[in-house]
């Protein structure tokens, strides 16, 4: 069996969709399959962050050191911060054949899209609006503007939605997984992704035919 090369899969959703906690126990319950992109950040960590497990947090200007030498991926500004996805990571990941996650936002979905063709892009959303607000103020820890910032810019997200490849209702965490896993083995499957097997099986059909192959 040809070793397989990973797929890259963005995640995109709501701020408060549960995008994230879904993520999280994907790759708990499938450690050996997916490996999560961790970005960089010029915002505050929140209560419970940790350098190096949500995020790189960085100055303004670290980070753009990083986007003149060619280091991300894509970066996006988003609510008056930078984020982005260090190039490395992913490409080392990919490479031992681990289909990796990146959890960002619309504009850093597209563009990865637009390099990258082969990209899945999934977006995770509450099963309606109430719940969305409900989620975002229960978390406690944005204020009531930000809040509200969140949301207004959740409405522009909604936008570009129609670029993406699958639609996550989050009304069941387990469920979701379980949905997000099954997108992900089936895509191995696709023909498209497929193209050395194929390859490698035609040619040697066709020393079979010629009878250069018993
Ligand atoms: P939060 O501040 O809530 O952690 O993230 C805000 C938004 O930034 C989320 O939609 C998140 O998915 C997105 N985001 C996180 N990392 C990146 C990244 O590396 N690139 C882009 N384009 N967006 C990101």
Known sequence: MEAQTGILTVVSGFSGSGKGTIMKRLLEKYPEKYALSISATTRDPRPGEADGRE???????????????????EYACYVNNYYGTPKAYVQEQLAAGKDVI??????????????????VLMFVTP??????????????????????????RAGEECDGVEAYDYLIVN???????????SILQNEHTKILRKESFINKMKAELAKYAKGEQS
């Open 127 to 152: 099963p309606s609006f109430e719940e969305l607000k409900r989620r975002l103020v229960d978390r406690g820890t944005e204020t009531p503007e930000v809040v509200r910032e969140r949301l207004c």
């Open 171 to 181: 009304d069941d965490l387990e469920s979701c997984v379980e949905q997000v896993h």
């Open 102 to 119: 990146l959890e960002i936002e619309i504009q850093g979905a597209l563009k990865i899209k637009e390099k990258y063709p082969d990209t």
């Open 55 to 73: 995020y790189f947090f960085c100055t303004t200007e670290h980070f753009e050191n990083m986007i003149e030498n060619d280091e991300l991926l």
